[in-house]
Nanobody, 126 residues
Framework: QVQLVESGGGSVQAGGSLRLSCAASGRTFRFANMGWFRQAPGKEREFVAVIKWDDYSTYYDDSVKGRFTISRDNAKNMLYLQMNNLKPEDTAIYYC???????????????????WGQGTQVTVAS
């Protein structure tokens, strides 16, 4: 059974930075594409970033490109999201997710991810 536990959320002023972490249990982490999603109040869950398991290639939503960096450490079963130059519109609950079905299909679709963490709140004040 896979368990994902996020940490590192908090409250910051606009322009500040936070680093989110996601600890994964189990032996499948190193073979799984890993993503970050977020959900703001009253909105649907949306894609933020993904990192592939095989070549570590990354893809970002346009709204965070150039400000956020996703990374992973397979030796530690850890996923990270470095968030810089935060904006009030980044306020949301952030979730890490594990995708077991390879790299076919839409890596930005939350429906294609198999395991989810409980989320960590990020609040950015203007």
């Amino acid at each position: 059974q896979v368990q994902l536990v996020e940490s590192g959320g908090g409250s910051v002023q606009a322009g500040g930075s936070l680093r989110l972490s996601c600890a994964a249990s189990g032996r499948t982490f190193r073979f799984a594409n890993m993503g970050w999603f977020r959900q703001a109040p009253g909105k649907e869950r949306e894609f933020v970033a993904v990192i592939k398991w095989d070549d570590y290639s990354t893809y970002y939503d346009d709204s965070v490109k150039g400000r956020f960096t996703i990374s992973r450490d397979n030796a530690k079963n850890m996923l990270y999201l470095q968030m810089n130059n935060l904006k009030p519109e980044d306020t949301a609950i952030y979730y890490c997710a594990q995708r077991m079905r390879g790299s076919s299909g839409d890596l930005t679709s939350s429906h294609d991810y198999d395991y989810w963490g409980q989320g960590t709140q990020v609040t950015v004040a203007s």
